[in-house]
T-cell receptor, first 110, second 113 residues
């Protein structure tokens, strides 16, 4: 079977850096995506990693280690608007669909 | 209109009603998806359409019936639902070659009474 694990909640203050982890178990693996969802909103695509290493897009970075079946999303210079849920999702080699984790709820405080 | 739109945004229906959810994407994508999102649970994939052909039915009960008349429109027909079907139903689209990057609509908040 396939499973993804994410911490349920993370809190941080404005201006800080926060890392949200994702570990996965799959029968095959193509890559790892990250999505952001604000309360009442639609999930929005943030990043995709197919290869090991760090991908940076502005304040957001995503990391993947295929050998450890592990990835994380790093947010720098946190802002209040970053308060949202963050989901990791994998694509496996035996399907072409996304399998989502349960998400990490990030709360940013002033 | 841009992106992915869904109507209605909110729906309350009785267990004996029949209703339909509509999704439209204006992105030129070839793949469309229905997801169910319930509290404290991961997004659950329900159906996948690639080039109007259904390629995935994730063991969804027959009271949910999808329809994809063309690559821009997707419907979810609902009948004799159960209260546990109350959830946020999200539509998404992607390029066929890039299912890792999906564009979601705002969802329909469904309440079954």
């Amino acid at each position: 079977g396939q499973s993804l694990e994410q911490p349920s909640e993370v809190t941080a203050v404005e201006g800080a850096i926060v890392q949200m982890n994702c570990t996965y178990q799959t029968s095959g693996f193509y890559g790892l995506s990250w999505y952001q969802q604000h309360d009442g909103g639609a999930p929005t695509f943030l990043s995709y990693n197919a290869l090991d290493g760090l991908e940076e897009t502005g304040r957001f970075s995503s990391f993947l280690s295929r050998s450890d079946s592990y990835g994380y999303l790093l947010l720098q210079e946190l802002q209040m608007k970053d308060s949202a849920s963050y989901f990791c999702a994998v694509i496996t080699t035996d399907t072409d669909k996304l399998i989502f984790g349960t998400g990490t709820r990030l709360q940013v405080f002033p | 209109e841009t992106g992915v739109t869904q109507t209605p945004r909110h729906l309350v229906m009785g267990m004996t009603n029949k209703k339909s959810l509509k999704c439209e994407q204006h992105l030129g994508h070839n793949a469309m998806y229905w997801y169910k999102q319930s509290a404290k649970k991961p997004l659950e994939l329900m159906f996948v359409y690639n080039f109007k052909e259904q390629t995935e039915n994730n063991s969804v009960p027959s009271r949910f019936s999808p329809e994809c008349p063309n690559s821009s429109h997707l419907f979810l027909h609902l009948h004799t639902l159960q209260p546990e079907d109350s959830a946020l139903y999200l539509c998404a689209s992607s390029q066929e070659a890039g299912p890792y990057e999906q564009y979601f609509g705002p969802g329909t908040r469904l309440t079954v009474t």
